[in-house]
């Protein structure tokens, strides 16, 4: 599987291009770069994009879906729910936990992992998973806006995200860790959020967390 990864946007944000190396078909994961450099990023790895993955309805992670749509009006956007009703979008396909897509030969499989927002999906590509802002590098999603829940994010994450395979290479949202990536198993040995014993304690772990932030 092809991966190339353009950080920009509002905040350090990661915008991943993904694809298959025996269809050249391609998938974009998260808007926030600008249209320009995505369709260059493909182009140069000779991809035909065909799917437009939003991880949730942040708009950092979507700033350039409008302009990315102008230019190739038969994308398909992929997300949970359906909080874009807004774009002019011809192909849109809601994705719900467990569901999966076809990328070429490469299979996808959408995550629902509510916590750090109600739609927030992360997507299981072969030895990949890519978090958006559930799971950083380092530490988890932060829970600040009115509709995030900590304890929802725990269960999301213990649930979904601990059980799958140590040598996945986590691909976050935003590039705010040591380094952009990491795999799975060095994650659950190095990131204190992850090493949680069970819900109070994660709760526990995020709020000092958030106080260490504004101290």
Do not use: W
């Not at 991809?47 to 950092?60: F, R, V």
């Not at 952009?180 to 994650?187: A, H, K, S």
């Amino acid at each position: 599987m092809i991966v190339k990864s353009i950080e920009g946007g509002y905040d350090k944000n990661l915008t991943y291009i993904i694809g298959c190396e025996k269809s050249n078909r391609g998938a974009v994961i998260d808007a926030a770069a600008g249209a320009e450099q995505i369709l260059r990023t493909a182009t140069n790895a000779g991809l035909i994009l065909q799917y437009l993955i939003i991880t949730h309805s942040h708009h950092d992670h979507y700033a350039s879906a409008e302009a990315l749509l102008k230019k190739l009006r038969d994308l398909t956007i992929i997300m949970y729910g359906d909080a874009l009703d807004e774009l002019d979008v011809r192909d849109f396909m809601r994705v719900d936990d467990g569901d999966t897509a076809r990328l070429g030969s490469i299979e996808l499989k959408f995550l629902h992992t509510p916590g750090h927002y109600p739609d927030s999906i992360c997507i299981v590509a072969p030895d990949a998973i890519f978090t958006g802002d559930t799971l950083f590098i380092g530490r988890t999603g932060r829970t600040i806006s009115p509709k995030s829940s900590t304890r929802t994010l725990y269960h999301s994450i213990s649930e979904k995200i601990m059980p799958l395979p140590d040598d996945l290479v986590i691909y976050p949202g935003h590039n705010y860790g040591s380094k952009p990536t990491n795999t799975l198993g060095e994650e659950k040995q190095s990131n204190p959020f992850l090493q949680a014993a069970d819900e109070e304690e994660f709760v526990q772990v995020m709020e000092e967390y958030e106080a260490s932030r504004s101290s």
